[in-house]
């Protein structure tokens, strides 16, 4: 259900006011027609608002290729000679540019709209669309569409034009060289407080009353566009979006400190198993607390004069003795270097004897079993 409410004069409008209003369903057929102030409209979930005729003037403007903010910026400057007051007091939007560049322009008083925005927003409406009231009434091709209330006459000449006069039982002067300017029609459909048949008589073209309508037309050009956008001017409409972003923003924060718990978990696993590899390599090491600078010293300290049996020397003597060798497995513990070498079975006897002989040519113990071999230092004599 959409509200659709016809404001009086912007300058004069209050939270007393007295509005008309009409109540359409989704096929923007009217449903009901009243009269009330603004805290007590009828409740609908989206607020249509028709501006008073005078308050909004409708211009034929030519748009540079221009769009979005500097299409807003320059707006304002195209209809400056038409403006009677400052031209950043208005509010000015346009329809899309034709193919030529041509486009009609609305303008309003930008304080007052904002004000009017603001009464309607604090009586708990959500205004989704601002129609200047030409552009309110059906549009029929060929033909004018004219409506008299309160002395005011309001015509819709086309599908983005019209225009609003002071009216009394006679046809406005203005209507009369409005229809000399732009061609007359091939006539007019006259509702309200009109004399259909006395403006005929009076007008060069055939006036024929018609009932008001049973309808809201879309709007042909929205006033909520740029500062006054729907999206901007409600803050209820960014409410969805708030809570999507907060709960976005959890996930997110989330994840982090999941991910987080996860790495300090895997740091820790692996911190472990380095203090383990100190520990089965140096046994005599008492408190592992850093195992990288620890294992670092450690090695470093294995030289061949060192106490601990010699770990470089007996490498460097591997290397020579067991050139080309398939190596298998490497164990060092406590001065004894321990090889498994992966001999097939046939060559095993030969190869470890070979192997024994020429560590004891380079200097060193060894032992063998099977297929593993213990070098040690020869101790001094």
């Known amino acids: 259900m ?3 409410v016809h404001l009086p004069r912007l300058a004069t409008f209050a939270a007393d006011s007295v509005l008309r209003f009409e109540v359409i369903d989704g096929q923007r057929r009217v449903t009901q027609r009243g009269e009330a102030v603004p805290a007590a409209l009828p409740r609908a979930d989206r607020c249509e608002m028709v501006l008073h005729p005078f308050d909004v003037l409708l211009v034929p403007v ?9 299409l807003g910026a320059a707006l304002p400057g195209l209809v400056e000679d038409r403006l009677a007051g ?18 009609t322009a609305a303008v309003v008083d930008r304080p007052h ?9 604090r009586a708990g409406l959500r205004v989704v669309a601002a129609t200047p009231a030409p552009l309110a009434l059906p549009h029929v091709p060929g033909r004018w569409r004219l409506h008299v209330e309160d002395d005011v006459a309001v015509v819709r000449t086309g599908a983005c034009a019209g225009a609003a006069f002071p009216a009394s039982d006679a ?103 380095m203090a383990g590899v100190v520990t089965a390599t140096f046994p005599e090491v008492p408190v592992v607390l850093d195992p990288v600078l ?82 040690r230092r020869r101790p001094e004599p």
């Open 2 to 4: 959409t509200l659709c």
């Open 62 to 70: 030519r748009l540079p290729k221009l769009a979005g903010a500097k």
């Open 86 to 103: 400052e031209a950043e007091h208005a509010h000015v939007v346009a329809t899309p540019r034709g193919a030529g560049g041509e486009a």
């Open 113 to 121: 709209f904002a004000r009017a925005l603001a009464l309607l927003s």
């Open 171 to 273: 046809p406005p002067r203005e209507l009369a060289l409005l229809l000399a300017q732009a061609g007359p029609p091939a006539g007019i459909d006259a509702s309200g407080a009109c004399d259909a048949s006395a403006w005929s008589l009076a007008l060069p073209v055939p006036v024929r009353p018609v009932p008001p309508p049973d309808g809201v037309p879309v709007a042909a050009l929205d006033l909520l566009q740029y500062g006054f956008a729907a999206g901007i001017a409600d803050p209820a409409a960014w409410r969805p979006t708030v809570i999507l972003s907060a709960l976005l923003g959890l996930v997110f924060v989330g994840g982090l400190q999941l991910d987080a718990w996860r790495l300090r978990s895997e740091a820790h696993a692996l911190r472990a198993r």
């Open 294 to 375: 620890q294992m670092q010293r450690l090695v470093a300290d294995l030289d061949p004069g060192a106490d601990r049996g010699g770990f470089v020397d007996l490498a460097a003597a591997l290397a020579q003795i067991a050139a080309g060798e398939p190596v298998e497995v490497i164990d060092y513990r406590e001065g004894t270097l321990s090889v498994t070498f992966r001999w097939p079975p046939a060559e095993r006897d030969a190869k470890r004897a070979a192997l024994v002989a020429r560590a004891a040519a380079a200097g060193f113990a060894a032992d063998a079993g099977g297929d593993a071999v213990q070098l």
